[in-house]
């Protein structure tokens, strides 16, 4: 049974940076991907940022391309994700999730396995 936690949600400055983790338990096969979503109040959720396991292949939204970087420490069973230059409208729950496809964080998450909780992330000036 797969879990995962999320960390690293803080209130942070507009123009600053800040590091989430998603740190997983359970077996994980190398053949899938690890996505970042965020859901503002009211709003749908939105896909972030992904990567392949095996091949470090990286996808990201486009509210977030060049701005935001998604990396693994696999002995660690762990995905970063990075942002950086953020926004007001970056503000959201921030979850972390398994999937086959890395499709999951460009079209629409159909096949998440599982999802975490969430960490706040609030951007202020």
């Known amino acids: 049974q797969v879990q995962l936690l999320e960390s690293g949600g803080d209130s942070v400055q507009i123009g600053g940076s800040l590091r989430l983790s998603c740190k997983a338990s359970?077996?994980?096969?190398?053949?899938?991907?690890m996505g970042w979503f965020r859901q503002a109040p009211g709003e749908e959720r939105e896909g972030v940022a992904g990567?392949?396991?095996?091949?470090?292949?990286?996808y990201f939204g486009d509210s977030v391309l060049g701005r935001f970087n998604i990396s693994q420490d696999r002995a660690k069973n762990t995905v970063y994700l990075q942002m950086n230059s953020l926004k007001p409208e970056d503000t959201a729950k921030y979850y972390c999730?398994?999937?086959?496809?890395?499709?999951?964080?460009?079209?629409?998450?159909?096949?998440?396995?599982?999802w975490g909780q969430g960490t706040l992330v609030t951007v202020v000036t």
């Open positions: 359970g077996y994980i096969d190398s053949d899938n991907c």
């Open positions: 999730a398994v999937d086959r496809s890395c499709g999951m964080v460009i079209v629409a998450p159909e096949n998440v396995k599982v």
């Open positions: 990567i392949y396991i095996n091949s470090g292949e990286t």
